[in-house]
């Protein structure tokens, strides 16, 4: 079968809106980064082949297949709210059919948050920025999670709509968008079908992998104390603990180009079952750094804010 004809057949039945479980046959047009997060989202039900070999990765995805994949894949319903008539795609959007397949993932997405233009054509396609700011609102949705307080440089952000742009940073940031070797993020750039199942495999990757962690609420004091003009001793200080067993451990430095030396560091507790000196303590760790950087600390698998003491002693 030539790709022009399997284009033709991208219906929104086929596309997205057929949502069987996964069967025995695989994608034979699939990359090798490709391959796994789309069988994926395949034997979840959230998205089907145009026949049993070919997914067509290349393919344009168009405004409602794109909310679709990401209200089914996220799981966006309103099963907890309450209203004196069943909502209607036409309460909100004025170019969606109340009976269109798509209908009530538009109105999921709406009752969400998810920010979509209320006369959105549901047939046209839809960027790589617009796509990115609707995950980024999916995520939000499930939760409050860590977000790693850094900016991200993207050579193409003069392109960028202002009002995404936050939702790109953290895209990339949460390692669901990887940016090439250009470091270009294409934010007109339509979004194609490989991208838009990728994109929502990741993440869901994300929620789940973050709702199997919870997240650490402790505090991690930063001081700093002048060596020198040209170097800081730097302090992380957990704050004093009712006995002994508990630890801090600097993983490593990252030095920002806003200035920031970002300290990442480890927390170690006591064994339930361990004998520990009853005794206050105040677990430590430090490292030097160049007073040039402006040290803040921040777990190894999660940001926080740090309160910044200096102090010269």
């Known amino acids: 079968m030539s790709v022009k004809k399997i284009v033709t057949?991208?219906?929104?039945?086929?596309?997205?809106?057929?949502?069987?479980?996964?069967?025995?046959?695989?994608?034979?047009?699939?990359?090798?980064?490709?391959?796994?997060?789309?069988?994926?989202?395949?034997?979840?039900?959230?998205?089907?082949g145009v026949d049993g070999k070919h997914f067509v990765p290349t393919g344009k995805v168009s405004y409602a297949q794109a909310v679709h994949m990401l209200v089914k894949g996220l799981d966006l319903?309103?099963?907890t709210l309450r209203f004196p008539k069943v909502p209607q795609a036409s309460d909100y959007f004025t170019n969606i059919p109340n009976n269109a397949w798509y209908a009530q993932s538009f109105v999921k997405a709406h009752l969400n948050g998810l920010p979509i233009p209320k006369d959105v054509d549901p047939n046209g396609t839809i960027t790589r920025e617009q796509f990115a700011d609707l995950v980024i609102h999916a995520i939000d949705t499930k939760g409050t999670f860590p977000v790693i307080k850094m900016l991200i440089i993207i050579e193409d952000g003069n392109e960028i709509d202002p009002k995404f742009h936050e939702s790109l940073?953290?895209?990339?940031?949460?390692?669901?968008?990887?940016?090439?070797e250009d470091r270009k993020f294409y934010p007109k750039r339509e979004l194609t079908r490989g991208e838009a199942a990728v994109w929502?495999?990741?993440?869901?990757?994300?929620?789940?992998?973050?709702?199997?962690?919870?997240?650490?609420q402790e505090q991690v004091t930063v001081t700093v104390e002048k060596v020198s003009d040209d170097v800081n001793k730097v302090i992380l200080s957990r704050g004093?603990?009712?006995?002994?067993?508990?630890?801090?451990?600097?993983?490593?430095?990252?030095?920002?180009?806003?200035?920031?030396?970002?300290i990442t560091y480890s927390l170690t507790d006591p064994k339930p079952?361990?004998?520990?000196?009853?005794?206050?303590?105040?677990?430590?760790?430090?490292?030097?750094?160049?007073s040039k950087y402006k040290p803040v600390a921040e777990p190894s698998w999660f940001s926080t804010d740090t309160v910044v003491e200096e102090a010269d002693k």
């Open 9 to 48: 057949l991208l219906s929104a039945t086929a596309l997205l809106g057929s949502l069987t479980a996964g069967s025995a046959f695989a994608f034979d047009d699939l990359n090798q980064d490709q391959k796994a997060p789309i069988l994926a989202l395949k034997d979840r039900g959230v998205v089907s």
């Open 77 to 79: 319903h309103i099963n």
């Open 169 to 180: 940073q953290r895209i990339v940031l949460h390692q669901i968008v990887k940016l090439g």
């Open 200 to 216: 929502v495999y990741k993440a869901i990757r994300f929620v789940e992998s973050h709702a199997e962690r919870p997240v650490e």
């Open 240 to 262: 004093q603990k009712p006995t002994a067993g508990y630890g801090i451990t600097i993983d490593g430095i990252r030095f920002e180009q806003d200035g920031r030396a970002v």
């Open 273 to 290: 079952d361990s004998m520990n000196a009853t005794v206050i303590t105040e677990p430590k760790a430090e490292t030097y750094v160049s």
